[in-house]
């Protein structure tokens, strides 16, 4: 049985940090790509990072040179660092693997505070 387990949200004041962890147990066959999607409330999921199998990745333009996605496949573990958040990160944030199917974590809420 496949689990994504988030970890490291929480409250900060704009301007701080937070990195949220994404581990993953059980067997995945085949990931093509792993990512992290938030839903603000009232609002649309949506895309913050992806990384491939490869190793490429992209970002929201939102989060551009504020967020890094990485992953330690030794460990079956894949992070977002989020430096100087603002108030619109506030959010549920998921993460996600896309493999045959996709699998989804619980989500972890992380609010920023101005």
């Known amino acids: 049985q496949v689990q994504l387990v988030e970890s490291g949200g929480g409250l900060v004041q704009a301007g701080g940090s937070l990195r949220l962890s994404c581990a993953a147990s059980?067997?995945?066959?085949?990931?093509?790509?792993m990512g992290w999607y938030r839903q603000a409330p009232g609002k649309q999921r949506e895309l913050v990072a992806r990384i491939t199998a490869g190793g490429s990745t992209n970002y929201a333009d939102s989060v551009k040179d504020r967020f890094t996605i990485s992953r330690d496949t030794a460990k079956n573990t894949m992070y977002l660092q989020m430096n100087s958040l603002k108030p619109e990160d506030t959010a549920v944030y998921y993460c996600?693997?896309?493999?045959?199917?996709?699998?989804w974590g619980q989500g972890t809420q992380v609010t920023v505070s101005s």
């Open positions: 059980g067997y995945i066959l085949s990931i093509n790509a």
């Open positions: 996600t693997v896309d493999a045959i199917k996709q699998y």
